[in-house]
């Protein structure tokens, strides 16, 4: 297949860099729109992590998890004193117990 050939006296070069100037505004343009939002959303993500309402969320969150943790280990203390009193009122039935929980855990430990 032969190609055309292009007549360079007929190529328009003043038209051409026309285009090409356009272009390049056009993507001037397009450049610092993309780059002005981006500041625009860096700007809001920087507002919301300094706001107020982030922070009290924050100590909010804070005290809630400490107050969970302390009920948690206020429930795990009361579980353990639980255990000991069941084991210290039936010494052989607490003994009889672990040796058949041992035993269940053996045999799931031979299979796997």
Do not use: W
């Amino acid at each position: 297949m032969r190609s055309k050939r292009l007549d360079p006296s007929a190529i328009d070069v003043d038209q051409l860099k026309r285009e090409f100037e356009k272009i390049r505004e056009q993507l001037g343009e397009a450049a610092g729109k993309l780059g002005g939002n981006a500041h625009s959303i860096l700007d809001q993500i920087n507002d919301y992590l300094h706001s107020e309402s982030l922070s009290s969320r924050v100590s909010f969150l804070e005290e809630e998890f400490g107050a969970l943790g302390a009920k948690l280990k206020g429930t795990g203390k009361d579980a353990v004193a639980k255990l000991e009193s069941e084991v210290s009122a039936k010494p052989l039935t607490a003994l009889a117990v672990a040796f058949g929980v041992g035993l269940v855990a053996s045999a799931f430990m031979r299979r796997s």
